[in-house]
T-cell receptor, first 109, second 113 residues
Framework: EDQVTQSPEALRLQEGESSSLNCSYT??????LFWYRQDPGKGPEFLFT???AGEEKEKERLKATLTKKESFLHITAPKPEDSATYLC??????????FGQGTRLTINP | NAGVTQTPKFQVLKTGQSMTLQCAQD?????MYWYRQDPGMGLRLIYY???????DKGEVPNGYNVSRLNKREFSLRLESAAPSQTSVYFC????????????FGNGTRLTVT
């Protein structure tokens, strides 16, 4: 069964404390891996798309990387405004997109 | 630039009542989607429309119907609401089916009592 698992479920960091979020997947025929950010009461907001192992994308304090089995979202020197739930989703063949359950990130000032 | 607009933002229904959730996008996207988000379940696809004039079932279509009214608008109808349909519903759009980034609305929070 196709699965996307995110860990940890929740992560609390101090401002400036770098860390990584994990998204592991067991889908065949990967067509792309997406990262989204979701603030409370809002819809998910697109961050990155990764298509092949070894690919990296960066945006401000966030960097996403991809291997054949997992993706990491690295957050460097986070600020309180980076607090959100981060979702990953994997697109495979036959127009199917599978979402993980998300990691709830809290950055304390 | 509004993006994806959903109405209403909140709704409370009694079991057996019907309602339609409205969604409109102004990005000239071809594909549109309806998802539901429940605690511990992640986002699950209800229905999607690859292009104007087509609709297809997603992962959890039972109890729902959709209409792709035109390229901009995609509505979701609950004919006879059940408590299991209490959820947050998100509409999304993309340039192409599933492989392009999704642009989401801010959701409709539905409670069925």
């Amino acid at each position: 069964e196709d699965q996307v698992t995110q860990s940890p479920e929740a992560l609390r960091l101090q401002e400036g404390e770098s860390s990584s979020l994990n998204c592991s997947y067991t889908v065949s025929g990967l067509r792309g891996l997406f990262w989204y950010r979701q603030d409370p009461g809002k819809g998910p907001e697109f961050l990155f798309t990764l298509y092949s192992a070894g690919e990296e994308k960066e945006k401000e304090r966030l960097k996403a990387t991809l291997t054949k089995k997992e993706s990491f979202l690295h957050i460097t020197a986070p600020k309180p405004e980076d607090s959100a739930t981060y979702l990953c989703a994997v697109a495979q063949g036959a127009q199917k997109l599978v979402f993980g359950q998300g990691t709830r990130l809290t950055i304390n000032p | 630039n509004a993006g994806v607009t959903q109405t209403p933002k909140f709704q409370v229904l009694k079991t057996g009542q019907s309602m339609t959730l409205q969604c409109a996008q102004d990005m000239n996207h071809n594909s549109m989607y309806w998802y539901r988000q429940d605690p511990g379940m992640g986002l699950r696809l209800i229905y999607y429309s690859a292009s104007e004039g087509t609709t297809d079932k997603g992962e959890v279509p039972n109890g729902y119907n959709v209409s792709r009214l035109n390229k901009r608008e995609f509505s979701l109808r609950l004919e006879s609401a059940a408590p299991s349909q209490t959820s947050v519903y998100f509409c999304a759009s993309s340039e192409a089916l599933q492989e392009s980034p999704l642009h989401f609305g801010n959701g409709t929070r539905l409670t069925v009592t």
